[in-house]
């Protein structure tokens, strides 16, 4: 059976008026039904990896791969219109920062219902409903009044678990999540990851988690993908993170603090090593 | 966030509301504190710079071959020989009794004047401001949506051109197209001559006097005569407010919430109207006000180009003949409008707006 998510050589450029910067340089994976990590440093294309695959790179930025394919679509022949009928229905993403992410003058109720009615057609009351139960499943307790409320009302914890209900709540096949908690504070962090880890498991979805956190990202992951200036350079399951071979990778590692350190310096990354790759 | 104190000190489910009942209340009496002081401060500033500028008013009445006892008793009698905030006192108690004082120019009370000429400009600002925002907001939303594309270029120049040509010459050239040449439309005058004084003023609005009397004849007379000058103001409201909506729109097109709404696989149409248009309202009324206003306080090259007997024009001949009252009570007429579109804009705010309730 072929996988749910095909990529093969996939490119993103834009023009600069000193021509065509290509800021992800022919990357490709597969992605079952499993949670694939990809990690990397600002500016490495990871980001923008996340937004090829549901087609929301916008002109003058240019999309082309050998193969871009979920459960057999191949998404860059794809109108908007049929575009739209696979975004949020069948692949997601949960953005970076609730406080930029959320619209500031909808309540929280009508931008979850948005996200459903926009696929199905429901009664209100049934919608209320969903959208209810789909509050509680990210663990908000008072999903009512929540529902009631504006985002500036709300915590950026609660905020992003917010944008999680409504990214799940047309019940997607796959979940993109572009940097879920970097906005957040530390302590909030884990619940939001655990809340989604918990969805995509028990609904057997696929996971793609964008992160710069090595660390987070080999919890939550069963595979990683290790990306450094447009290109994967490492890929490994998330269990053999210590045996990698890059020296990018090897460098990352190399620079995460342990609990009873004895180094007095911390290595800086040796650029040098892997230039020209 | 304001939620939570509120329910933890509100135990039974009846505060709450009767809380909100004195939150509304406290609020209302606030703003009519507000407007009040407001108006009280716009007097103040009217009447000094009234009395600060170099020119006199008792000569404008008694004309200046008059004796120097003729000028005194009319010095008197104008209440000029008394202390300035005595003056300002007594002028601030004749304006909320409703007395602007005569005009020397025109010979009638200034609020006479006043309520014959503003009904006037406020028909044309009013219509000229409907053009402006019906067909600014929709092409300032279609250009922002379509940026660098040949109809944004196009509704581009259109912004352009509203800014730099002048209004006069547009009037003009309006008036010998369309009135002499075409025919099309109605030429200088609120109505043909002989329609003129065939209807009682009720509110002043030609076009609301004679659909109250069922004259419907005179009606289309107004309208014939009110389309090309609302028409030329409305373009100028236009060319602002279409380049302020394509600006404010291209702003919220690159915002996070945008692309949320693309995720979420909404419509483009509904991203555009819903997600981006929605939370411009806000400013947008700023802009709408503050032209409004603008087009209230009478733009004195059209209504000389068109003949019309609006507040800008009795304002202009007022300051010539310093005649002192009706400038005074055209300035308070002016600034009023303003105090009151500012509240009106403040109100909507609210309403438009839930970070700013």
Redesign the interface.
């Known amino acids: 059976m072929a996988p749910m998510l095909e990529v093969k050589n996939l490119r993103v450029s834009f023009p600069t008026h000193r021509g065509r910067v290509e800021v992800v340089k022919g990357i490709s994976f597969d992605l079952g039904r499993e949670r694939l990590g990809i990690v990397g440093e600002s500016g490495s294309g990871k980001s923008m990896t996340g937004r090829a695959i549901l087609k929301l790179i916008r002109k003058p930025g240019l999309v082309t791969a050998d193969r871009l394919a979920f459960e057999g679509v191949d998404i860059l022949r794809q109108s908007e219109k049929q575009m739209r009928s696979i975004r949020g229905a069948r692949i997601s993403m949960v953005m970076q920062d609730p406080k930029f992410s959320l619209n500031p003058v909808m309540t929280v109720g009508e931008q979850i219902a948005e996200a459903l009615v926009t696929h199905e057609k429901l009664p209100r009351r049934e919608v209320n409903e969903r959208i209810l139960t789909m509050l509680e499943a990210v663990r908000i307790n008072d999903p009512k009044r929540v529902a009631g409320l504006y985002p500036h009302e709300v915590s950026g914890g609660m905020g992003q678990r917010v944008m999680i209900a409504m990214m799940l709540i047309p019940g997607p096949e796959l979940l993109i999540a572009d940097e879920p908690t970097s906005a957040l504070d530390v302590s909030v962090q884990a619940q939001v990851l655990d809340i989604i880890d918990d969805l995509v498991t028990t609904k057997g979805m696929g996971l793609i988690l964008i992160s710069h956190d090595l660390n987070l990202v080999s919890r939550y992951c069963d595979r990683i993908l290790v990306m450094n200036s447009g290109t994967v350079v490492e890929e490994c399951a998330a269990g053999e993170l210590d045996s990698a071979r890059h020296p990018y990778t090897r460098g990352l590692l190399a620079a995460m603090p342990t609990i009873d350190e004895s180094r007095d310096e911390l290595p800086v990354l040796d650029r040098s090593q892997w230039a020209g790759t | ?3 939570e104190p509120q329910i933890a000190m509100s135990p039974t489910p009846v505060a709450p509301s009767r809380r909100k009942w004195g939150r509304g209340l406290s609020a209302t009496v606030g703003f009519v504190a507000t407007v009040f002081l407001t108006f009280l401060g716009l007097l103040a500033i009217t009447f000094f710079i009234g009395r600060v500028i170099p020119i006199d008013p008792v000569l404008a009445v008694v004309g200046d071959r008059a004796s120097n006892e003729v000028y005194e008793a009319a010095r008197v009698a104008m209440g000029l020989d008394q202390p300035l905030p005595v003056q300002f006192f007594h002028y601030v108690v004749n304006v909320f009794s409703g007395d602007l004082g005569q005009s020397v120019s025109t010979g009638r009370p200034v609020v006479e004047d006043l309520s014959r000429f503003f009904p006037a400009t406020l028909e044309m600002a009013t219509i000229g401001i409907i053009i402006g925002v019906a067909l600014g907001v929709p092409l300032g939303v279609i250009a922002a949506s379509r940026q660098g594309s040949v109809i944004d270029q196009i509704i581009r120049v259109v912004g352009l051109l509203g800014y730099s040509m002048p209004a006069f010459w547009l009037g003009l050239v309006g008036l010998a197209l369309f009135y002499a040449r075409l025919r099309w439309v109605g030429g200088p005058g609120r109505l043909d001559i002989f329609y003129d004084g065939l209807v009682e003023p009720v509110t002043g609005l030609l076009l609301v006097d004679s659909l109250i009397k069922g004259e419907f004849e005179i009606f289309w007379n107004a309208v014939h005569h009110l389309i090309l000058p609302a028409s030329v103001l409305g373009f100028f409201s236009l060319a602002y407010i279409a380049r302020m909506t394509r600006s404010f729109m291209l702003d919220q097109l690159s ?3 945008v ?10 149409r509904v991203v555009i109207w ?2 981006a248009f ?2 411009i309202r806000v400013p947008l009324i700023t802009v709408i006000g503050l032209s409004y206003a603008g087009l209230l306080e009478g733009s004195v090259m059209i209504e000389t180009v068109f003949s019309w007997p609006g507040i800008g024009n009795y304002l202009t001949t007022a300051l010539l003949n310093a005649d002192m009252n009706a400038v005074l009570g055209s300035t308070l007429v002016i600034g009023a409008v303003f105090i009151f579109i500012n509240k009106i804009s403040d109100v909507l705010y609210r309403v ?4 700013a309730r």
């Open positions: 966030m304001s939620l915002q996070e919430f692309t949320t709404a693309r995720v979420k696989g909404v419509p483009e819903r997600h929605n939370p438009l707006d839930p970070r």
